[in-house]
């Protein structure tokens, strides 16, 4: 059987954050969880997923055309990206979820959807 259990309950990033530090804090890895030290980690677990990419060309949405071992990477390798950008705000006391929601909203103020109603056909 396997040592991984299937997940069922909802996904938050708060969840998230705390299950990362509950691991780190059981490992005795907080000294190591620092912002620098998950900076790096984060830019690597990138690099691992460009890995995956890499001389493919074009990539089509959905990748249809991938070996099923290829997406189980995949899914294996952008958790990592996630939960270290996770930590990493964490670990700089900022609220990722709030400050993702708010940058949402500086986003269509920078750039406003155009108005179907007053535009020529
Ligand atoms: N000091 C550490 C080491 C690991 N992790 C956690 C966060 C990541 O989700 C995952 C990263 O583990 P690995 O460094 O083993 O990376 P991979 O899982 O990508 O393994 P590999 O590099 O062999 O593909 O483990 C962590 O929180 N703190």
């Known amino acids: 059987m396997s040592e991984v259990e299937e997940v ?24 190591f969880h620092t912002p620098r030290n998950l900076l790096l980690a984060l830019v690597g677990e ?6 995956i ?17 290829e997406k189980i990477h995949l899914g294996e ?9 996770i930590r990493l705000a964490d670990m700089c006391g900022i609220d990722l979820g709030k400050a993702a929601l708010r940058k949402l909203q500086l986003n269509a103020i920078k750039y406003p959807a155009p108005n179907k109603y007053t535009q020529h056909p």
Request: aromatic share 10%; glycine share 6%; charged share 40%.
């Open 8 to 31: 069922d309950e909802r996904v938050s990033l708060d969840l998230l954050k705390h299950k990362m530090a509950k691991f780190a804090k059981e490992r005795d890895w907080d000294h």
């Open 46 to 51: 990138v690099g691992e997923v460009s890995e």
């Open 77 to 85: 390798e952008l958790p990592d990206v996630l939960l270290y950008l």
């Open 53 to 69: 990419f890499q001389w493919k060309g074009e990539v089509p949405k959905g990748l249809p055309d991938w070996k099923e071992e």
